[in-house]
């Protein structure tokens, strides 16, 4: 068990990890699936002793942990909810490490694929594209030319990559007249684009997704835009054209980013806000329009 290091085991033998075949809620798991517990204390005692898993994976300084009556072999751990998901991911890998092209997509001739890359039905990857190593193209993808992809990336259904922005100018009569859109979509390794998210291509230049960062559903990140490694985007946000977006920074859902912003490392920005001014390092900010939260005096 390299990929988790237990801090103390009770309640277990040495053939327990063979009855194990799935995973679940603790409050749902059955005796042949693994679950964990995140609470401390006495709430933590109940749900361990009432759940019906057969392994747990709890905190170690929970009072009473070594004499708790539990059904489950326990695990205890520094992070009960991080070491789960290295179990899952160990016995169920999100990727299979197996290169498959569904019959029904279109990848243009010109385009360059990593090895072990899977692309789901009717996805399209356009010309020039160059797809990295062990990544996941989903059901329903659009990638446009020129976009690059990296290694372990995850394209969730309906994702768009690389799509024209809404780059137009009023002309003498006030019609608009369309501003050409020729750049191109750079995302890094590690990184995961959530279903129906759109991020748009850069108008002469790239629009840019950091490394490890995650993107969720429904999103829409503009022309230009400079997003940068580990950054948590939540459901709903819009990141308008030509912003910039920290590195470990976290935008809460529905959140809007006015176009030329800076968004600072390690930032927040809470739910729901609208950001029209730049965000220092490691400052939250609520509202609308969004403003920073001062911290109380003690």
Known sequence: ???????????????????????????EAKKDELSFCNEYGKPALDAIMESEAGILLCHDDIPGIENCKSKACIFTVKNPRFSFIRFANHFSPIHNNEKFTHPTAIVEKDT?????????????????VVIGNNTMIQDRVHIGEGSKIGD?????????????????????DGSFEKF???GWVVIEDNVEVGANSTIVRGTFGETLIGTGTKI???CDIGHNVKIGNHVFISAAVVVCGSSIVGNYTWLAPKCCIKNKIVVGDRATVG????????????????????????????
């Not at 390299?2 to 679940?24: E, H, S, T, W």
């Not at 090895?115 to 009717?122: A, L, M, Q, S, T």
């Not at 739910?271 to 003690?298: F, H, M, Y």
């Open 180 to 182: 050409p859109q020729k």
């Open 271 to 298: 739910l729901g806000s609208v950001v029209i001014e730049n965000i220092d390092d490691g400052v939250t900010v609520v509202g609308v329009p969004a403003r920073k939260i001062q911290k109380e005096k003690k």
């Open 1 to 27: 068990m390299d990929f988790v290091k237990p801090i103390r085991m009770f309640n277990c033998n040495n053939n327990f990890m063979n009855v194990i075949r799935g995973f679940a809620p603790i409050k």
């Open 216 to 218: 969720g559903h429904l």
């Open 112 to 128: 360059i694929i990593g090895k072990n890359v899977y692309i789901g039905r009717y996805a399209y990857v356009g010309h020039n």
């Open 152 to 172: 372990n990336v995850i394209l969730q259904t309906g994702a768009v990559i690389g799509c024209e922005g809404q780059g137009f100018e009023r002309n003498e």
